[in-house]
């Protein structure tokens, strides 16, 4: 039996949330070890693991993957969840990289000053509302499919449903001008490894606190 992959991480959400999405979307388990001390860190460096000095790292099929995108492309590949040819894979990359593009504006505010936070989250509802979600409320409406790239699950939509479950954390009605994006909330969220994931016992990470912050701070030297 193979061995279950293992994600090398803090414990919060930050650029690692996404793997577990695709993990548990694909129905696979997965063991966990977390960043707490800088020592942690500067052994993992040491070892070679890191092969720019930066997590997340994830060690899966006898190999040591770093790089979120490169993570992420591998793992929709290997699980099924990456279209059927290179049109649909470049249509789900876009996709993709347009919710990262959202999710990171978010990672990174709790880092900043609690002024500069409330203008981030301002400016990050904004751009939800009137750049991303329009864009993709008009994908579901022209592909008209209960998917946004062929017709089954990838990467694009698990990836979808988290940006949009992040943005809900900051405003819940945002969606209320986007019926499409609501119907495709439920629908995804109801596939059984999802709804699974969106349990509370889950591995999913809860927004980032004070705590899981500082510990960032300390290990990263920021």
Known sequence: MAAKPKLY??????????????LAAAGVEFEEEFLETREQYEKMQKDGHLLFGQVPLVEIDG????QTRAILSYLAA???LYGKDLKERVRIDMY???????MMMIAVA??????EKEE??????SRAKTRYFPVFEKILKDHGEAFLVGNQLSWADIQLLEAILMVEELSAPVLSDFPLLQAFKTRISNIP???????????????PDGPYVEVVRTVLKF
Do not use: C, H, V
């Not at 991480?9 to 695709?22: A, D």
């Not at 709790?110 to 002024?115: A, E, H, I, L």
């Not at 490894?193 to 927004?207: C, G, M, V």
């Open 110 to 115: 709790p880092f900043k000053t609690p002024k």
């Open 120 to 125: 981030s989250y301002d400016l990050i509802l």
């Open 78 to 80: 290997k699980y099924n």
């Open 96 to 102: 993709a990289d347009g919710t990262q593009d959202l």
């Open 193 to 207: 490894t999802i709804k699974k994931f969106l349990q509370p016992e889950s591995q999913r990470k809860p927004p």
């Open 63 to 66: 190999m040591m993957l770093t």
């Open 9 to 22: 991480y803090f414990k919060g959400r930050g650029r690692m949330e996404s793997i577990r999405w695709l």
